[in-house]
């Protein structure tokens, strides 16, 4: 049976509003191109946000954080280890120089030795085994001598050299240390970066946008002129660039201070078995400088040796990085809050464009909000209350340690997502927004009172006989307590000036005061200068990136995909 002409002509209407671009014209070829594909049912099936809907946000840390990601770093260090240890071997000469644990390794033995583990197919053979042993380093240690002992069999007699002498943190320490490198110096740094940028394009794009008429006299640039705002009533006059350079500019000396010299501050790495007192190390070789042998190994990773260590690191670094990641956080939602204001009704000094097809509500069609913002708020303060909790819980680990600092860096990704995310939605959402020039000028020209503060201090330079601030208090505010608009505040204030007896000069000199241009023109110029530093200190990040050891992992990573 088929709907009636009314319900015909409503589903006609309903498709049209979707716009000339979108190529389907009836709910027959709707539903016949609505068919899922393996790819579309494993992102709907995800019971986890950010691998389902915000896949495009979050997908590349499968490559970082994901259990495959984790098995190769692993297996690698296991590798890695292993090498190490026989390099020391090789010249070691001390009192047990007939009982190395393993001898010299030639290059090709150690080019296979850190191809071991590379299929994923590794992993199945640790779980495998972890399903028995119930401890996963262990089963990836065994793993890792059982494909010694099956592709390498000519070193399959030193297979009791992997993971000699070393406690799981030993391993998996480094494994989390390298990948807080990756994720956090490669991704989420690149992360800020964008959305720094992202801003930065945003003003150039902008800023010469004319607000007010300069007058002829002036050649000057035109300045996005934008009101600026305290305890939510309008203050003084300001500019876009200058607004939305301030928290670019912390953001990016946070990022700054996350260094030191020309590479990132490097997370922690781990050596020194069970409880980090060296016990088993000495034991076995009395005669070798372990506390030198293991700085050597973990810098060789690009980590920070910590020299007094528990079974694991003091997770102090960590939670200091984590602390400044939050701070960089508060800055972008400051931004985020401040620029919603800027869109919400009745201001409106920014718009969302209309793009033909959106739905600006679900069922007010006189409203386009800012939900990509809205949600990136909510996103960024949950990926800060984890960032928090992971800093105070990873050191709060008693005595020497415990499992509760591995089972949350497992987790990491999921911690971290939220950022990516968050800073995707923003970035795509302030490119869909413009100036409303013209509600920016009536507002300016609504509210005098932008201007006082500056007139008032010009009186009190040429010491004004009476009370600089009430005179101007008097004339932009009326009696009932609201605020003098333009039409009523001019009289009033050429009442003033008639009456004051000021030179000519000065009278000019006030008047220009009311130039909203005038006043703005040194903070535009020092914020114009700050985004050539801006861009300065951006490149040099990047070049930052490529100079810290650790990010070799996520350097391999990025030619690889």
């Given at each position: 049976?088929?709907?009636?002409?009314?319900?015909?002509?409503?589903?006609?209407?309903?498709?049209?509003?979707?716009?000339?671009?979108?190529k389907y014209n009836s709910p027959g070829e709707l539903l016949a191109a609505a068919v899922a594909t393996p790819e579309d049912i494993a992102r709907?099936?995800?019971?986890?946000?950010?691998?389902?809907?915000y896949r495009k946000s979050t997908d590349f840390l499968t490559q970082v954080t994901s259990g495959y990601a984790l098995g190769r770093k692993r297996y690698r260090l296991f590798a890695l280890r292993l090498i190490s240890l026989a390099c020391l071997m090789e010249k070691y000469q001390g009192v047990h120089r007939d009982k190395k644990i393993i001898p010299g390794l030639t290059p090709d033995d150690e080019k296979k030795l850190l191809a071991l583990g590379d299929d994923i197919?590794?992993?199945?053979?640790?779980?495998?085994?972890?399903?028995?042993?119930?401890?996963?380093t262990a089963?990836?240690?065994d793993a890792f001598k059982i494909?010694?002992?099956?592709?390498?069999?000519?070193?399959?007699?030193?297979?009791?050299?992997?993971?000699?002498?070393?406690?799981?943190?030993?391993?998996w320490g480094n494994v989390i240390g390298l990948t807080l490198s990756e994720l956090v110096f490669g991704h989420v740094v690149s992360a800020y970066i964008g959305f720094c940028e992202s801003v930065l394009d945003y003003v150039d794009r902008y800023k010469n946008t004319r607000i007010w008429e300069i007058p002829e006299t002036e050649d000057e640039?035109?300045?996005?002129?934008?009101?600026?705002?305290t305890h939510q009533q309008s203050s003084t006059n300001s500019t876009c660039t200058k607004k939305f350079v301030t928290p670019v500019k912390q953001v990016v000396q946070l990022l700054l201070e996350m260094t030191d010299g020309n590479v990132f501050k490097p997370f922690a790495g781990k050596f020194g078995g069970i409880t980090g007192n060296y016990d088993s190390h000495f034991a076995a070789y009395p005669d070798i400088n372990w506390f030198a042998h293991g700085k050597e190994y973990v810098e060789s990773l690009g980590l920070y040796y910590e020299s007094i260590v528990n079974q694991s690191v003091s997770f102090t670094r960590e939670a200091q990085h984590f602390r400044t990641l939050r701070t960089i956080n508060e800055q972008i939602v400051k931004f985020n809050l401040d620029f919603r204001f800027l869109v919400s009704c009745p201001g409106q000094f920014f718009v969302k464009k209309l793009r033909v097809g959106r739905k600006g509500s679900s069922s007010n069609p006189g409203k386009t909000n800012l939900w990509m913002f809205e949600g990136a708020e909510m996103l960024l303060r949950k990926a800060n209350a984890l960032l928090e909790f992971n800093a105070t819980a990873l050191q709060g680990y008693t005595q020497e340690g415990h499992m509760g600092?591995?089972?949350?860096?497992?987790?990491?990704?999921?911690?971290?997502?939220?950022?990516?995310i968050a800073l995707s939605r923003m970035q795509t959402e302030l490119k869909g927004c413009v100036p409303n020039v013209e509600k920016?000028?009536?507002?300016?020209?609504?509210?005098?009172?932008?201007?006082?503060?500056?007139?008032?201090?010009?009186?009190?330079?040429?010491?004004?006989?009476?009370?600089?601030y009430r005179e101007m208090q008097s004339m932009v505010m009326n009696p009932d307590g609201s605020y003098a608009t333009r039409a009523e505040f001019m009289p009033r204030f050429e009442t003033f000036l008639a009456e004051s007896g000021f030179s000519p000069e000065l009278c000019a000199e006030l008047r220009s005061c009311m130039n909203p241009t005038q006043l703005v023109r040194p903070i535009e110029k020092q914020a114009t200068a700050e985004i050539i530093t801006l861009r300065n200190d951006i490149s040099r990040l990047r070049q930052i990136q490529g100079n810290t050891p650790s990010l070799k992992w996520y350097f391999e990573r990025q030619q690889t995909i």
């Open positions: 049976m088929q709907p009636d002409e009314f319900a015909q002509s409503i589903m006609r209407a309903m498709i049209k509003g979707y716009g000339p671009e979108f709907l099936m995800e019971p986890f946000p950010a691998r389902g809907r197919n590794c992993d199945i053979l640790a779980e495998i085994l972890e399903s028995v042993a119930e401890h996963d089963a990836y240690a494909l010694i002992y099956c592709y390498l069999p000519h070193l399959a007699p030193y297979i009791e050299a992997v993971h000699f002498m070393d406690t799981s943190e030993d391993n640039n035109s300045i996005f002129l934008l009101p600026a705002f600092r591995s089972v949350l860096m497992r987790d990491i990704g999921t911690d971290f997502s939220s950022i990516f920016i000028r009536r507002f300016i020209e609504e509210y005098p009172s932008l201007s006082m503060s500056a007139m008032q201090y010009v009186l009190k330079r040429e010491r004004f006989q009476g009370d600089a």
